[in-house]
């Protein structure tokens, strides 16, 4: 079946803009994870949804950042008057269920170009 | 919260050697250990993964290993080939957590 998506797959934007990336969990999964690639480094935890659960939003690193999520379905992150340190690859996963063990599935992600 | 530590950063080797990739983690209620391959342009994708139940886990060509007291897991891949080059993450998550806590990435070269 299809994966996770995510669109767009680049975004170049100009400091001081706000932008808004896409994810598509796979059908069915309940549990849905926002995470931030910078070059040469590990995935970084932004954001957390679980069903109609409140979100674990330990992993934003400022108030510019915010995400939604509909139900179990598509989620959003926004990040308002974007800056250079944003320009990254953001990575949406989606496993079936919450919980240690399950796997996430990731996306292909969404490069970020903040010039 | 969790701190993950991997070395090396690069490791190249030749084909049909072994590569050893290790990690530390800082927060003894963690008890999921997974590993995610990303190759070039690609989404990172699960190869193996270990519970802190156990202390090995195989398949095939690649074998995980857990020692709690230490605090390390390492990744070890036999008789690589061209194809396992890629980028290498190992990860951890602490219980009741479910969030992930990465390492900075291990990039494999297998040399032909």
């Known amino acids: 079946g299809a994966g996770v998506s995510q669109s767009p797959s680049n975004k170049v934007t100009e400091k001081g803009k706000d932008v808004e990336l896409r994810c598509d969990p796979i059908?069915?999964?309940?549990?849905l994870y926002w995470y931030r690639q910078r070059l040469g480094q590990g995935l970084e935890f932004l954001i957390y949804f679980q069903g109609n659960s409140a979100p674990d939003k330990s992993g934003l690193p400022s108030d510019r950042f915010s995400a939604e999520r509909t139900g179990e379905s598509v989620s959003t992150l926004t990040i308002q008057r974007t800056q250079q340190e944003d320009s990254a690859v953001y990575l949406c996963?989606?496993?079936?269920?919450?919980?240690?063990?399950?796997?996430?599935?990731f996306g292909p992600g969404t490069r970020l170009t903040v010039l | 919260g969790e701190n993950v530590e991997q070395h090396p950063s690069t490791l190249s080797v030749q084909e049909g050697d072994s590569a050893v990739i290790k990690c530390t983690y800082s927060?003894?209620?963690?008890?999921?250990f997974p590993w995610y391959k990303q190759e070039l342009g690609k989404r990172p994708q699960l190869i193996i993964d270990i519970r802190s139940n156990v202390g090995e886990k195989k398949d095939q060509r690649i074998a995980v290993t857990l020692n709690k007291t230490a605090k390390h897991f390492s990744l070890h891949i036999t008789e690589t080939q061209p194809e396992d080059s890629a980028v290498y993450f190992c990860a951890a998550s602490i219980k009741g957590a479910n969030n992930l806590f990465f390492g900075t990435g291990t990039r494999l070269t297998v040399i032909p």
């Open positions: 996963a989606s496993s079936l269920n919450s919980g240690t063990y399950n796997e996430q599935f």
């Open positions: 927060d003894s209620a963690s008890n999921y």
């Open positions: 059908s069915g999964h309940t549990a």
